[in-house]
Nanobody, 120 residues
Framework: QVQLVESGGGLVQPGGSLRLSCAASGSISSIYDMGWHRQAPGKQRELVAGITRGGITNYADSVKGRFTISRDNAKKTVYLQMNSLKPEDTAVYYC??????????????WGQGTQVTVSS
């Protein structure tokens, strides 16, 4: 099994910054793609940013130029640096990892979610 521990959410004023972290642990042999999704009230979950094992990134148009995804493979951790936050960024943010489990094969896991609220 894999455990994902997210941290870094909270309340921030418009224009402010937050940094989310998601650390994976468990019987992991390799980690492939890692990413962040978000879900606002009454809306579908959407991809915010993703990063491949080799470091190739992709972003939702709405966050390009403001958010930066990165990963530390040694720490099995993915980060999301969020700058110039807007009220419309308010949502629950979930990390997602694609891993190879020892003795079990390839699996996909989700974090428990962390609330980000952008409000004055």
């Amino acid at each position: 099994q894999v455990q994902l521990v997210e941290s870094g959410g909270g309340l921030v004023q418009p224009g402010g910054s937050l940094r989310l972290s998601c650390a994976a642990s468990g019987s992991i042999s390799s980690i492939y793609d890692m990413g962040w999704h978000r879900q606002a009230p009454g809306k579908q979950r959407e991809l915010v940013a993703g990063i491949t094992r080799g470091g190739i990134t992709n972003y939702a148009d709405s966050v390009k130029g403001r958010f930066t995804i990165s990963r530390d493979n040694a720490k099995k951790t993915v980060y999301l640096q969020m700058n110039s936050l807007k009220p419309e960024d308010t949502a629950v943010y979930y990390c997602n990892v694609d891993v190879w489990l020892i003795g079990a094969g390839r699996r996909d896991y989700w974090g428990q979610g962390t609330q980000v609220t952008v409000s004055s």
